[in-house]
């Protein structure tokens, strides 16, 4: 797949802003694989999520693998979101278009909760934007993530080091 708005992901980004209300900071790492068909996106949250209350993921470091493709027959985006949260939430296929401007990539996810993820690329600043909303219960659209990539320092860099040192090499598994 060549993609040249996807290309400008390329990279190591610092992420910031509101996911449900709460400021985040991840590490997001973003290259292509599988012989160039997929854009992977590796989140990785700086820290665990705060023990608040009792909450199934609370003290669970967030991490996400994300993956991006075309589909030529369809004329659309594809997109696999697999994290923490596990199977359930990974069930739903997103499918992407671009959005005027050519800028933006809208990827709508039809699932138990209607979601609209919106990754928007900003020229001037050489950063990303992304935008999360979601269906209430009532039918009406929502904000659950506000988020803004900027390329990331050597230092952050290194936050998902002790993440990837401490799982099994490949010729374990």
């Keep these: 797949m060549q ?8 990279g190591t980004w610092k992420v910031t802003g509101t996911i449900a209300r709460r ?12 012989n160039h068909q997929f854009l992977r996106i ?3 949250a700086a820290k665990p999520k705060p023990v608040t209350r009792a909450e199934s993921n609370a003290g669970v470091r967030y991490e996400a693998l994300v993956f991006v493709g075309y589909s030529n027959m369809f004329e659309h985006y594809v997109v696999h979101w697999i994290d923490v949260f596990g199977g359930h ?6 499918f992407g278009t671009r959005l005027a401007g050519g800028r933006s990539i809208r990827f709508v996810f039809e699932a138990d909760t209607p979601l609209h993820n919106t990754i928007a690329w900003d020229p001037g600043t050489g950063t990303w934007s992304m935008r999360i909303r979601q269906k209430n ?3 009406k659209w929502t904000a659950f993530a506000e988020t803004r990539f900027v390329k990331a320092s050597s230092a952050l860099r290194n936050v998902g080091e002790g993440a990837r040192r ?8």
């Design 89 to 94: 939430f990974s069930q739903t296929l997103g």
């Design 137 to 139: 219960q009532e039918g």
């Design 42 to 44: 590796h989140f990785l």
């Design 166 to 173: 401490s799982r099994p090499a490949s010729s374990e598994f």
């Design 3 to 10: 993609d040249d708005l996807l290309d400008k992901m390329v």
């Design 23 to 34: 400021s985040i900071e991840q590490a997001c790492d973003v290259g292509w694989v599988l």
